[in-house]
């Protein structure tokens, strides 16, 4: 975000009562008056950003994904419905640990998917959080990209630009079994993967709206068997997505979904609410 406010004089940016907690402070430190904290206020942090789109500047939002469900009306009729280019860089995407019940990051996914004019994409590591960022840039739409709390699971594969709507297909495999990640839920599948005694195919989907429905397609071809990785809600999610495409295209593949369950989860150390929700490689491997 440095890099990108030192190279771009139009690069703006809020959070609300997260300076610390989003890093947005280096930048209000840097560039006081380009970038603001306006408090526990995230609904204004919404409209105001869209008003700065709409004068010509790039803004970004940076919000925790439970934070900016109280800002969803904005959402909609300030960014969405005109169309205005804000870049909501959402972060503690998924279970958070000791912040408590309240602050799980799941339901991002589900209630941004189906809003028109919105691209939702998703970096699986730092380099392709870096890349997701300077794509953001480039894009005239609004669009969302999340990130865990915690850091991410390494995964040996090259970061690659990221390109509007198109996956990356990380490594072949030799079963009918396809893996298919969504964020952070890509290194998960990576450990999964390295746990299962079958070599299992790994796609990064990175786009969740708009699906690469060439890649899929062909995809489909091949697998049969595929299973979602992705820290979010199972309603509304990154399975139901696949399954409205496989659905319109006709396509007959068996879809297994690792997301979260029809239930709030509850506070507690990461790994162990990750256990409990049998969510972990170990675990997953005996599910598969």
């Known amino acids: 975000m440095l890099d990108l406010a030192r190279n771009h004089e139009n690069v703006v940016g809020v959070t609300a009562a997260m300076p610390s907690g989003t890093g947005i402070d280096k930048l209000m430190k840097e560039f006081p008056n380009r970038f603001w904290d306006v408090a526990i206020a995230e609904q204004h942090a919404v409209t105001s950003m869209a008003a700065m789109a709409k004068e010509g500047f790039k803004p970004f939002i940076t919000i925790y994904s ?13 960014v969405c419905l005109l169309a205005m280019p804000v870049v909501f860089a959402i972060d503690r995407a998924g279970i958070v640990g000791n912040d408590g019940e309240t602050h799980q990051g799941t339901f991002d996914i ?3 998917r189906f809003l028109p004019n919105m691209i ?4 699986r590591d730092n ?3 870096d890349l997701a960022l300077k794509f953001s840039y480039t894009l005239d739409k609004p669009c969302a990209l999340r990130y865990p709390r915690g850091a991410f699971i390494h995964t040996p594969f090259e970061a690659k630009p990221f390109e509007l709507g198109k996956a990356q297909l990380l490594k072949e495999g030799s079963s009918n079994k396809l893996f298919i990640g969504y964020g952070a839920g890509v290194g998960r599948a990576f450990k999964t993967e390295l746990l299962h005694e079958e070599n299992i195919a790994i796609l990064d989907l990175r786009f969740v709206k708009p699906l690469d429905v060439e890649m899929l397609r062909e995809l489909s071809g091949k697998y049969n068997d595929w299973y979602i990785f992705s820290d979010s809600q199972k309603q509304g999610g990154v399975a139901s997505a696949i399954l409205e495409f496989l659905n319109e295209e006709k396509l007959c593949v068996s879809v297994t979904s690792f997301e979260y369950e029809d239930s709030f989860i509850y506070h507690g150390d990461t790994k162990k609410v990750e256990e409990s929700l ?3 490689p170990e675990q997953l491997v005996k599910k598969i």
């Open 127 to 129: 380099e392709t959080l």
């Open 110 to 112: 589900s209630y941004l």
């Open 278 to 280: 049998g969510l972990l």
């Open 120 to 123: 939702v994409f998703a970096p």
């Open 66 to 78: 439970t934070f900016l469900q109280r800002g969803f009306d904005q959402i909609i009729h300030d």
